[in-house]
């Protein structure tokens, strides 16, 4: 019954806004708040997992490993690779030292090599350490692991990940800016559609304001429509987001640890489909995307409402 | 019941310099009073109906309009809910385009938020009383301009407000027609609502004698 008396005031605004062109840019901006907004949490979800594998890693690269360590500290040691190994086993803060073999070292360059194999390749040994934590190291141990081995690369991974931890805020802030942004654009359009709608229903607002139609009850009629325009373009948009999310997502897939690998088109779209289907996307990545429509109607129907407030303010 | 004291209302700037539309104006009129509005074309009539219909507010004086005194500070809830009250009749009659004439009639009875079979039975009463009960689902466009006088004159007094102000309300009406619309004005200031309509139709005011007052260059030369 209340609906039929909304609708049986004059202002069809059915008629009176611009709904298709409204959906569309609302739909833009919502897919732009999306990709961003998955930017910033992949950025985010990727910088603390590699923090959280580094903070306690040391990384040992020992060029020519199988020739012979030029001081050996150990005369069991033959190769330069097992030279620095004994020296790391003297550590009083380790827990574990462990040398990759061939298949890990191919799976750790595959991301960047393919899976061609590297086993004509000149490749250092890579040894990962694994500290207590708060470990340093001995005044001395490089200048020992040098003179056995020269030219091993000792990377304590505590360094970078601080400088991880700053690229990955700088990209949350500039993901924020930009979705700040992206709403004010869609403010914007929101407004201008308002504005729109009331300069085609001019005359009616002010036959409606003269017969004592309340400010709100006029700005509620507007928000309402314009609140479920936006709801559609947010959802839309954030529907059309979804699929180049997941793609993506599945791309990167490699470069947190998982063993992901597409020969074509057709199959990364289908295993990215389907990662969305079997709960292998973040559930805090589909509610921070479920939040997008919600965030465009209350957008949508705020703005409505202050925008009609205002222009009511011209009639006494 | 409306009171005036000393009301001045200024029109915007005209040619470089402010218009003054209304000037001094006093006036009361008691509740289920009726006051014809007579002056030539430019007296400041519809000026006069605008303010007391609060389409515009005084800018000086006193202004007292159903218990509620009319100041730029007064909460624009509180005018939403006077205008409820007070109905006015345009010479251009406004109808809502899109609407039909029983929505149109409708129209401020909905805005009450009255039930709506009342609005129903209320709505199609009275159409069918003006002469209109055939062309309730008609749209405005399609009615001539004494019928779309009448859709106007019955939104007006289909929510029984406590004031109507009319403005030429019988301009496009035959002689019975403006007859039959000014006995049931007079019938409802007996039911306590206050009239007062503005015309040029001297044989109207005679047929109806009722106090009148009278505008000349936006000021009030006699209240009789």
Not at chain 1, 171 to 198: D, E, F
Not at chain 1, 300 to 316: D, H, M, S
Not at chain 2, 119 to 140: D, I, K
Request: proline letters at 5%.
């Amino acid at each position: 019954m209340s609906s039929r008396k909304q609708a049986r005031d004059g202002l069809a605004l059915a008629h009176a806004l611009p709904d298709r062109s409204l959906i569309a840019m609302v739909a833009a901006m919502s897919l732009l708040a999306a990709l961003t907004f998955a930017g910033a949490f992949g950025a985010r979800e990727l910088s603390a997992r590699w923090a959280r594998g580094a903070a306690n890693l040391m990384t040992v690269q020992v060029p020519d490993p199988e020739k012979p360590a030029i001081v050996p500290s150990d005369s069991a040691a033959a190769s330069r690779a097992d030279a620095v190994l004994s020296l790391l086993q003297t550590l009083p803060s380790l827990r574990r030292a462990h040398r990759l073999d061939t298949q890990e070292l191919d799976r750790l360059l595959a991301p960047w090599l393919g899976n061609t194999g590297t086993s004509a390749l000149p490749l250092p040994a890579v040894v990962e350490v694994d500290l207590t934590s708060g470990a340093t190291l001995p005044d001395t141990f490089v200048t020992t692991v040098q003179s056995e081995a020269p030219g091993t690369l000792i990377e304590r991974n505590d360094d970078w990940r601080e400088q991880l931890h700053a690229i990955a805020r700088s990209l949350l802030v500039c993901a924020a800016l930009a979705i700040t942004l992206v709403g004010g654009i869609a403010a914007a359009v929101i407004g201008m559609a308002t504005r729109l709608g009331l300069g085609a229903r001019r005359d009616s607002l002010i036959i409606l304001h003269g017969l004592g139609a309340p400010d709100g009850y006029v700005a509620g009629r507007f928000a309402r429509r314009v609140a479920l325009l936006a709801f559609g373009g947010g959802a839309l948009g954030t529907i059309l987001a979804v699929l180049p999310i997941a793609v993506v997502s599945r791309l990167m897939a490699p470069l947190s640890g998982a063993a992901v690998s597409h020969e074509t088109w057709p199959s990364l779209l289908r295993d990215s489909l389907h990662s969305l289907t079997i709960g292998g996307t973040s559930t805090d990545l589909l509610i921070g995307l479920g939040c997008i429509p919600l965030i465009m109607t209350i957008l949508g129907w705020g703005t409505a409402q202050t925008i009609v407030r205002i222009w009511l303010r011209r009639l006494p | 019941m409306i009171r005036l004291e000393k009301v001045t209302w200024q029109h915007g700037p005209s040619a470089g310099r402010e218009r003054e539309t209304l000037a001094n104006i006093s006036f009361a009129v008691p509740q289920g009073g009726f006051r014809w509005l007579l002056g030539p074309s430019g007296a400041g009539k519809s000026s006069l109906l605008r303010l007391l219909h609060l389409e515009a507010l005084p800018r000086s004086g006193t202004c007292e309009l159903l218990g509620t005194s009319i100041t730029p500070h007064v909460k624009r809830s509180a005018l939403a809910r006077l205008r409820q009250r007070i109905s006015m009749v345009h010479q251009d009659y406004r109808l809502m385009p899109t609407l039909s004439i029983a929505d149109n009639v409708g129209l401020p009875l909905r805005l009450q938020k009255r039930d709506e079979d009342e609005v129903a039975q209320e709505v199609s009463t009275l159409l069918t009383w003006m002469g209109l009960g055939a062309r309730q689902s008609s749209c405005p466009a399609e009615l001539s301009g004494g019928e779309q006088q009448r859709t106007a004159i019955a939104r007006a007094v289909v929510s029984r407000p406590a004031i109507i102000l009319a403005d030429e309300p019988t301009n496009a009406l035959d002689e019975a027609q403006a007859v039959r619309v000014l006995t049931m004005l007079r019938e409802l200031t007996a039911m306590g609502t206050t009239v007062i309509v503005a015309t040029h139709n001297d044989a109207l005011v005679r047929r109806y004698p009722a106090p009148a007052l009278h505008l000349e260059h936006g000021k009030l030369i006699g209240d009789e």
